[in-house]
């Protein structure tokens, strides 16, 4: 029988198994609230009879990550962690500390398959999901390991959260839970590359998250050129489906766009985002890419100018401030790097 990785479960489903090894119900709530507060066996559950710890063990594990790189800003106190997780795999972490609160961006793969042309996360393509678990373990043992309380989290990080969906959804259920980290979903952005399905999703839960659309181009040539994922869902679909989010939900969607020289930098494009957005409220996050030494893009000089544009249509847009410049601390970077370097870490 394979074992059961326990800190993927809801309460009620840990609470049903407690009820079916003949345990009172409110057994559930001890062994959740432990796996929440990171304790890394069973043994540490000291409410627990030892026959109860020992009859959990048999059959449940508790995923618990290492840290096999750690790097801490000078300029910001960005930290940055490489995670390693029990299959030898590794995944990026980062927390930033801004004055609204500490945010972790979390990565939700084990790297990525969507083939975005400017990123580092999706070179070497995707290895697999993450289990709820391994997500909630991103914002667990950060926080536990800075000592800083999280506050925010965004999920940006590695991986596309729409092609991990199932778990993603329910780890999004147990950080939100008021038995564990209990992170209002106004706290947490989820980022997708424009998974429609996806989208219409979310929108169906209801949830009060932030949705961020990394759109990078507005027209459909730009877009496909960049983001492979525009073939499957072109430009026209996405935005219909944001415009679709905003009537059921009412929530302002954030676009993200990096600013790339020559390619999606130009005033027409400015107009044409505007143009597609109009209608709802949008805020355009305008990032100065980031370079990546495998790719062929190279940083916009145009970011001002970009943004001008936009508001003159009456369009917000702000400029991504960057932080951690001097750790890697962005886009699969760090990952990349220990990869090159080789060592200890699985891909
Ligand atoms: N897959 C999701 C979330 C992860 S990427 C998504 O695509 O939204 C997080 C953000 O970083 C995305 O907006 C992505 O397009 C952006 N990004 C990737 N590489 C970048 C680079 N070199 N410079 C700037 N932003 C980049």
């Known amino acids: 029988m394979s074992m059961i990785d326990i800190k993927s479960m809801t309460l009620q489903e840990i609470t049903e198994a407690c009820r079916q090894m003949g345990e009172p119900a409110f057994r559930g709530k001890q062994i959740f609230v432990w796996l929440h507060k990171g304790v890394t066996s069973f043994d540490e559950m000291s409410n627990l009879s030892k026959a109860l710890r020992e009859k959990l ?30 299959d030898g795999n590794c995944i990026e972490t980062v927390l ?26 999706t070179i ?9 678990s391994e997500m909630v373990n991103q914002v667990l043992f950060t926080q536990l390991d ?19 969906r199932d778990n993603v959804m329910r780890f999004l259920e147990l950080i939100n839970h008021p038995d564990g980290m209990n992170i209002g979903m106004r706290h947490i952005s989820l980022s997708t590359c424009g998974v429609v399905p996806g989208i219409d999703a979310l929108a169906d839960c209801g949830l009060q998250l932030t949705l961020s659309v990394s759109l990078h181009a507005p027209d459909s040539e730009t877009r496909s050129r960049i983001m492979p994922v525009n073939k499957a869902y072109d430009v026209e679909e996405l935005f219909a489906a944001c415009h679709r989010y905003f ?17 999606n930098d130009n005033d027409w494009q400015a107009d044409l ?17 980031n370079d990546v030494v495998e790719s062929p893009f190279k940083p916009s000089k145009r970011i001002a100018a970009f943004q001008k544009r936009l508001e003159s249509h009456g369009i917000t847009a702000t400029v991504r401030r960057s932080l951690g410049g001097d750790i890697d601390a962005s886009c699969g970077q760090l990952r990349r790097k220990a990869m090159e370097e080789g060592g200890a870490l699985h891909t």
Request: include cysteine; proline fraction near 4%; charge should be positive.
């Open 124 to 132: 070497a393509g995707k290895v697999r999901d993450l289990q709820p």
């Open 146 to 164: 800075s000592g800083l309380e999280i506050s925010n989290i965004v999920l940006m990080g590695i991986g596309e959260p729409m092609d991990n």
């Open 273 to 289: 985002i505007a143009k597609r957005i109009h209608g709802m409220p949008g805020h355009v996050n305008l990032i100065p890419l």
């Open 96 to 121: 930033m500390q801004y004055h609204h609160g500490n945010t972790v961006c979390i990565s939700s793969q084990v790297g990525c398959r969507m083939g975005c042309a400017f990123c580092a996360s």
């Open 57 to 86: 063990k048999e059959r449940y594990v508790i995923t618990v990550p290492t840290i096999a790189r750690k790097q801490v800003s000078k300029l910001d106190g960005t930290i940055k962690y490489l995670w390693e997780l029990d």
């Open 247 to 263: 009537q059921k939900t009412g929530r302002r969607i954030s676009f993200e766009y990096a600013m790339i020289d020559g390619v």
